[in-house]
Each structure stands twice: as structure tokens, then as C-alpha cells.
Nanobody
Framework: QVQLVESGGGLVQAGGSLRLSCVAS????????MGWLRQAPGKEREFVAA????????YYADSVKGRFTISRDNAKNTVYLQMNSLKPEDTAVYYC???????????????WGQGTQVTVSS
């Protein structure tokens, strides 16, 4: 089992940047596919980005491709989401997630953090 704690959310103007961090408990972080998902008010939770065990493969939603970058540091048990060129429609609660399966087989992530609010003003 793994516990996830996100940080780095906040209020930013459109066009600005934020970096989210997610620290995982335990000594098996490198065995989990890691992901970021988000949920805007009145909308369903949606996939944002994911990264494989080594960090060499990354996956993005079309809506964030070219603006967001996911990365991981297995020595620090941390996954990051660098968000650039932020838009008001990026406003949401962002959740870190972990799963033992490879990304292509994940339909519902096993472990979730508590979420961090990102608000982008126009």
C-alpha cells in the first residue's frame, strides 16, 4: 500500500506556471505507475498525465500536451507535474494517483492523494 501527499497548488494568472509535487510513502515507489488526474467543479474526474516506472515513458491528455510535463524522482519518492501556459479551464483539484499495473491497462487507479487546488484566473 502507498500513501500519497500532493502539494504546490495555488492561484495563478492565465499564462503562468505552477509545479505540483506528490510524495509517496514506503520503499516501493519505483514499482508504481504514477499519474495526475483532475476534477473541475461539476465535472467528472479526468486523466491529465502519467509516467511509467523508470520515467522514460510519459502519457498526456490532449488538452495539456505541450504545456504540462510529468516527471519522477524515484530516489525522493516524488512525482511532479510542471504546468506552463496555464488557462482558466485548467482550474481544478489535482490528484496524484498510483497503480501497480502498466498504464495501458489502468482503468481505475488504485491509490489516490487528497488533492490540491489549482485556480487559474483570467
Amino acid at each position: 500500500q502507498v500513501q500519497l501527499v500532493e502539494s504546490g497548488g495555488g492561484l495563478v494568472q492565465a499564462g503562468g506556471s505552477l509545479r505540483l509535487s506528490c510524495v509517496a510513502s514506503g520503499r516501493t515507489f519505483s514499482t508504481y505507475t504514477m499519474g495526475w488526474l483532475r476534477q473541475a467543479p461539476g465535472k467528472e474526474r479526468e486523466f491529465v498525465a502519467a509516467i511509467n516506472l523508470s520515467g522514460r515513458s510519459t502519457y498526456y491528455a490532449d488538452s495539456v500536451k505541450g504545456r504540462f510535463t510529468i516527471s519522477r524522482d524515484n530516489a525522493k519518492n516524488t512525482v511532479y507535474l510542471q504546468m506552463n501556459s496555464l488557462k482558466p479551464e485548467d482550474t481544478a483539484v489535482y490528484y496524484c494517483a498510483a497503480d501497480k499495473r502498466v498504464f495501458s491497462t489502468i482503468s481505475k487507479w488504485d491509490y489516490w492523494g487528497q488533492g490540491t487546488q489549482v485556480t487559474v484566473s483570467s
